[in-house]
Structures are given as C-alpha cells and as structure tokens.
Antibody, heavy 119, light 107 residues
Framework: EIQLQESGPGLVKPSQSLSLTCSVTGYTITSGYDWSWIRKFPGNKMEWMGYISYSGSTNYNPSLKSRISITRDTSKNQFFLQLNSVTTEDTATYYC????????????WGQGVMVTVSS | DIQMTQSPSLLSASVGDRVTINCKASQNINKYLNWYQQKLGEAPKLLIYNTNNLQTGIPSRFSGSGSGTDYTLTISSLQPEDFGTYFCFQHNSWPYTFGAGTKLELK
C-alpha cells in the first residue's frame, strides 16, 4: 500500500524558513509521477505549491517561485519542502501528494500537517 | 492564473436530495476539470476526473458535466456519507488551481 506522511515543525516564526518532509512507503519516488506539495489555508482555499518529478525536475507555482524549493533524498524515499521568508499568510495545512499527469489528479495524499506562522 | 469560482460555498441538503455544485473558470479549461471530496481530518478523495469520468470505486450517484468555462458536479441522491467539502480543480494551465470549496451539510 502506498502511503505518504508529512513531518515537520508545527510552529514557525515570521521571516524564518518552513521545512517539511514527506516520507513515502510502498512506491519508489524515482519510478514515476510528480511528487507534490499542496496547502490548504484557513477558510479552505487550496494551493498547489509545486512538485518534483520522478526524474528530479521541479516546477513551482509562480506565486512562490522566489521562496520555494522542493528537493529529495532518493536513498530515503523522501522529498522535502522549504519555504523561505514566511509570513502569517503561510499559515496552512500542508499536504504532500502523488500527482498523475494522465487525468491530472492526485491519487495518494498524506494526512497533512498544520503549520502556524507566529512569533 | 486561472481563477476557479465555485458555488455555492455552503449547501444544506437532506438525504435523498439531488444536489449540484458549480465551478466557473476564468477562461476555457478544455474539460480538464476534476472534483474532490474532503471530510474533516482526511485527505481529499478524487471523485471525477476530466469533467465526467468517474474514478474507480466512486458510486454512480456522482456525475460531472460541463465544457468551456462552466462545470457541474451532481449527486443524484444524497447519502449520509456524502456530507463534507467538495473542491473543483483545473489542470489545463499551470499553475493548476482549485476552487474555494463547497461545504455540503445536513439540513
């Protein structure tokens, strides 16, 4: 069974960096698909932040392009989100998910991790 | 970015009702429109992909339609397990974007 699990701090101070890990079991992230980060803001709005493909290429939402980095550790079958210079507007629940280009959908998701940006 | 305007934001309905949820895109998205359901504390679940294709395992009371900029999710006969929040998602133009969600609650 494929499972994704987010981990990382639940509280980050303004102007600092937010760093999250997505650990994947049941599938090797270099075998296929796009490994994504999505966030859901208070009030329900959702945003696809970006992804790292199975080949290691990345694609970021232009709204975040100057602040975001998605990387991976293939030996641990993990991928990572780093978001720099956070503000209170980055407070959200962060999900990692697997994206299938055919049909354009996310088929496996983590449970999500709530991150609050506050001093 | 393509803006997805979803309506209504809140929908109160009873078991057995027929309900519809709408998404309007700010430009033509060529039927690249998916629908997700999310329940409290759970990850979103894909219901419909590419406007009208039912995901495996999803009951046939769910259906999708639309073209161009206007899309609809229909639940033909609401069941107790259908209450939750529904999102549309366009994957025609990067960055792909979500609707703001419709909370479907018990009347």
């Amino acid at each position: 069974e494929i499972q994704l699990q987010e981990s990382g701090p639940g509280l980050v101070k303004p102007s600092q960096s937010l760093s999250l890990t997505c650990s994947v079991t049941g599938y090797t992230i270099t075998s296929g698909y796009d490994w994504s980060w999505i966030r859901k803001f208070p009030g329900n709005k959702m945003e696809w932040m970006g992804y790292i493909s199975y080949s290691g290429s990345t694609n970021y939402n232009p709204s975040l392009k100057s602040r975001i980095s998605i990387t991976r550790d293939t030996s641990k079958n993990q991928f990572f989100l780093q978001l720099n210079s956070v503000t209170t507007e980055d407070t959200a629940t962060y999900y990692c998910a697997r994206y299938i280009r055919y049909g354009g959908h996310f088929d496996y998701w983590g449970q999500g991790v709530m991150v609050t940006v506050s001093s | 970015d393509i803006q997805m305007t979803q309506s209504p934001s809140l929908l109160s309905a009873s078991v057995g009702d027929r309900v519809t949820i709408n998404c309007k895109a700010s430009q033509n998205i060529n039927k690249y429109l998916n629908w997700y359901q999310q329940k409290l504390g759970e990850a979103p679940k894909l219901l419909i992909y590419n406007t009208n294709n039912l995901q495996t395992g999803i009951p046939s009371r769910f259906s999708g339609s639309g073209s161009g900029t206007d899309y609809t999710l229909t639940i033909s006969s609401l069941q107790p397990e259908d209450f939750g929040t529904y999102f549309c998602f366009q994957h025609n133009s990067w960055p792909y974007t979500f609707g703001a969600g419709t909370k479907l609650e018990l009347k």
